[in-house]
T-cell receptor, first 116, second 115 residues
Framework: AQTVTQSQPEMSVQEAETVTLSCTYD???????LFWYKQPPSRQMILVIR??????QNATENRFSVNFQKAAKSFSLKISDSQLGDTAMYFC?????????????FGKGTKLSVKP | ETGVTQTPRHLVMGMTNKKSLKCEQH?????MYWYKQSAKKPLELMFV???????ENNSVPSRFSPECPNSSHLFLHLHTLQPEDSALYLC??????????????FGPGTRLTVL
């Protein structure tokens, strides 16, 4: 079975500082994608960043970057220069491709609070 | 409207009521999803439709009944619900169910309370 584990239910960070959210996963597939989604309070869930498993280079999107350790099955999200608008639930997700189904497996989420 | 929309945004219903949740996507996607989001739990995938055919049904109680009349619309019909069904119900869509990156675009959700 495929699983995604986020071991930090809640985290907080001071504005302008850096924070790292952890995610580990388990899959027997070779071809997969990993995602971080953000769900701000009372707002829609949106994609923050994605990583193709076959790429060794870590994905980066502005202040958001990942540390993808394939052998360790770890996929952490680093947020630099944290802003108040980064306050949200963050979900790590695993998706396969090329197989018989295309569903995403989500973790339980990490609630991030950015404090002024 | 753009993206994925859901109506109503909030719904309170009794256990004997029948109601429906509506989802509409304006992205030209071929796959649509229903999720249940409860506090401190992972998102629970309920149903998946690909090209208007149901391709996934994750042991969801029969009191939840999905309907996909076309590729842009998805409904979740509710009847005889239980208080533990109270949750945020999210609709999502993606270009194709089996596509490589399968990025899903989410609606704002319907906050359901069952009394």
């Amino acid at each position: 079975a495929q699983t995604v584990t986020q071991s930090q239910p809640e985290m907080s960070v001071q504005e302008a500082e850096t924070v790292t959210l952890s995610c580990t996963y388990d899959t027997s597939e070779n071809n997969y994608y990993l995602f971080w989604y953000k769900q701000p309070p009372s707002r829609q869930m949106i994609l923050v960043i994605r990583q193709e498993a076959y790429k060794q280079q870590n994905a980066t999107e502005n202040r958001f970057s990942v540390n993808f350790q394939k052998a360790a099955k770890s996929f952490s999200l680093k947020i630099s220069d944290s802003q108040l608008g980064d306050t949200a639930m963050y979900f790590c997700a695993l998706g396969n491709y090329g197989g018989s189904q295309g569903n995403l497996i989500f973790g339980k989420g990490t609630k991030l609070s950015v404090k002024p | 409207e753009t993206g994925v929309t859901q109506t109503p945004r909030h719904l309170v219903m009794g256990m004997t009521n029948k109601k429906s949740l509506k989802c509409e996507q304006h992205l030209g996607h071929n796959a649509m999803y229903w999720y249940k989001q409860s506090a401190k739990k992972p998102l629970e995938l309920m149903f998946v439709y690909s090209l208007e055919e149901r391709v996934e049904n994750n042991s969801v109680p029969s009191r939840f009944s999905p309907e996909c009349p076309n590729s842009s619309h998805l409904f979740l019909h509710l009847h005889t619900l239980q208080p533990e069904d109270s949750a945020l119900y999210l609709c999502a869509s993606s270009q194709d169910w089996l596509a490589g990156d399968n990025e899903q675009f989410f609606g704002p959700g319907t906050r359901l309370t069952v009394l």
